[in-house]
């Protein structure tokens, strides 16, 4: 599967994207990001009015703009969806089945550049399309949080996440890059049979033997988490633009 997106016109591509975040556990109204598209550019934001995701049932405050390229779910009151972050969780809204872009080995990379504080954060990620509860496992090719970023340098979380499936392991890690984030970057991963290569502005970062048996989805948020830090009239708005995502 080839991907190209460069964001003309100033409307997401719906054949690929879902401006939502996995909305069977809330509903697309309660799960739809803010973003605008103009000048060849996606930007995602969290402005000071946008409510919490899912403020029943995450434990944790979270405000959030993401879109994904795939999405699953059981029927209403089921336990069948995607990225269950807690125990029992049902099935709110049932979505259609989504497969926009979901490729199985490639190359795939992002170029983007965020606007984040102490208590957001923003992220590149493919999930397990999770037609079957295994298929869950993550590939987290930057995930940038406000509190590692520093003048002049950031910490890049990397790796991969198990989650629902037995065959991996948890191989995550946060190392700190030369790059400032406000500035276009580009984040890569080679997802081949025999494992993975990262990196970033071409410089490979991490490697790793693993490699995830399925299709996946691609991931674009950026996060807000307000209970992490002080003043909310001292934290900026959380921005995220992207400018190419290439799948081959």
């Not at 591509?13 to 697309?28: A, F, G, I, N, Q």
């Not at 995930?143 to 991969?160: D, K, P, T």
């Not at 490979?204 to 048996?213: E, F, G, L, Y």
Request: proline content about 8%; charged content about 25%.
């Amino acid at each position: 599967m080839l991907l190209d997106e460069t964001f003309p016109g100033v409307t997401l591509d719906l054949d690929v994207w879902l401006p939502y975040y996995l909305p069977h556990w809330s509903s697309r109204a309660e799960s739809e990001a803010t973003y605008e598209v103009r000048d060849g550019e996606l930007r995602l934001s969290i402005p000071p009015g946008q409510p919490r995701w899912c403020p029943d049932l995450h434990d944790e405050p979270m405000r959030v703009s993401c879109i994904q390229s795939g999405s699953y779910s059981g029927p209403i009151g089921s336990t069948i969806g995607q990225q269950p972050f807690a125990e029992g969780l049902t099935v709110r809204e049932e979505q259609p089945t989504h497969w926009g872009y979901t490729p199985h080995h490639g190359h795939v990379e992002i170029r983007m550049r965020g606007v984040v504080d102490e208590r957001s954060m923003f992220a590149f990620w493919m999930s397990g399309i999770e037609d079957l509860p295994e298929r869950s496992g993550e590939i987290c090719i930057a995930e940038i949080f406000g509190a590692g970023v520093s003048q002049g340098a950031a910490e890049i979380g990397i790796g991969v996440h198990r989650f629902r499936d037995p065959t991996l392991r948890e191989d995550f890690s946060a190392g700190s890059h030369h790059i400032d984030v406000r500035e276009y970057h580009r984040y890569a991963v080679d997802w081949r049979p025999d494992g993975l290569t990262f990196a970033v502005d071409d410089e490979i970062v991490k490697q790793s033997t693993q490699s995830p048996d399925y299709p996946m989805q691609l991931m674009i948020g950026v996060f807000d988490f307000p209970a992490r830090a002080g003043d909310a009239s001292e934290n900026v708005v959380p921005e995220l633009f992207v400018s190419h995502v290439l799948g081959t």
